[in-house]
């Protein structure tokens, strides 16, 4: 009598899992392409994509065509790859940190980013030659390059690298509190306000062409590294004794989040609660080995970031709430239930 090997049992549930997934997160995509101010049938988006794909010729109006083609598919597909990339930073970070509450802004990123963005905009730093994105995208790797500096690169532990970015995000944050509070004006402090909760109101294609390459990249990198994330898990003492080199491959992966968030939030803003909540959640589903968590918290950030996008539309009638508002609406109760499941046990 044979027996099923339960690791190509768990590969072929994953399989399955992920299959579902895509599936799910086309549908998404197809929702939140359809929806909007001006609303459009599924089947006229399904006909509209095809038609810039190029397989079709079908006689769709102008307007529509345009609407989905130009506006509304490149939002859908740039939420989805910002839902993957910060999920997939979240799940890196909490295994190098060995902190279930890590997230990709525990580095700075996003304090720095913030700053760079407000020099753009409320201090005209290299207007004309310089845009918001990459304002944002320097700001980010300024604030990456203190932490780095604050706990000695790679060679320090995880509390070392946690209080560096704290302190990072918090200097960060004062000079760009200090910089609208002496400088901007109401409109400024308003723009700069809904830039920080994040937008994705604003992206088109060279958005989505940018980012699906540093995702994917990050991805690649992140899977080829799975079985050293694993041995992290347990310390870096214990890792090294297993044969990873604990120095390169945590200076490797902190230089790949710090990417891979500065290119998010420098395209939409700062979103809170993906990278915490959704490891979280795939976790729960998938287990704890990295090379099956990664591709599921990829698979389920995009899924989140879409459906929150749709929601922001949808809340409130013929208005756009800031993507950040419904992340935190939903990542602060799952935080809490977090918080309350690590408490010591009495």
Do not use: K
């Amino acid at each position: 009598m044979s027996t099923a090997d339960p690791a190509e049992g768990g590969t072929g549930r994953l399989l399955l899992l992920l299959g579902a997934a895509v599936v799910v997160l086309a549908f998404a995509v197809a929702v939140a392409t359809a929806i909007g101010d001006f609303a459009i049938g599924l089947g006229t988006v399904f006909l509209a994509v095809t038609n810039g794909l190029g397989l079709t010729g079908a006689d769709i109006p102008p307007i529509e065509q345009s609407v989905v083609w130009d506006l509304r598919l490149s939002r859908a597909l740039v939420a989805a790859l910002a839902g993957a990339g910060l999920a997939l930073c979240g799940t890196i970070l909490q295994a190098l940190l060995r902190n279930p509450l890590a997230e990709p802004f525990v580095l700075g990123v996003s304090a720095g980013a913030s700053t760079g963005a407000v020099c753009v905009i409320v201090l005209g730093i290299g207007a004309g030659g310089l845009s918001l994105s990459m304002g944002a995208f320097a700001g980010a790797f300024a604030a990456f390059a203190l932490v780095a500096l604050l706990s000695n690169g790679a060679t320090s532990g995880p509390n070392h690298t946690i209080l560096a970015g704290v302190a990072a995000s918090q200097l960060f944050n004062a000079i760009t509190s200090y910089i609208v509070t002496t400088s901007g004006n109401a409109q400024q402090a308003r723009d700069v306000m809904f830039w920080l909760l994040g937008s994705f109101g604003g992206v088109r294609w060279p958005d989505f062409q940018l980012l699906i390459g540093v995702v994917v990249l990050g991805l690649a990198i992140c899977l080829w590294m799975a079985r050293s994330l694993d041995a992290f898990t347990f310390g870096d003492e214990d890792a090294a004794a297993l044969g990873v080199p604990v120095a390169r491959i945590r200076l490797i992966l902190f230089g790949v989040t710090a990417l891979v968030t500065a290119t998010i939030v420098s395209m939409v803003g700062a979103i809170g609660f993906v990278g915490l909540v959704v490891p979280h959640a795939a976790r729960y589903v998938v287990g704890p080995m990295h090379l099956r968590l990664i591709p599921a918290c990829a698979a389920v950030g995009a899924i989140f970031m879409v459906l929150a996008d749709i929601a922001s539309r949808v809340v409130v009638a013929q208005q756009t709430i800031p993507i950040g508002v419904v992340t935190a609406l939903v990542g602060v109760p799952f935080f809490a239930i977090i918080l309350y499941r690590a408490r010591p046990q009495t």
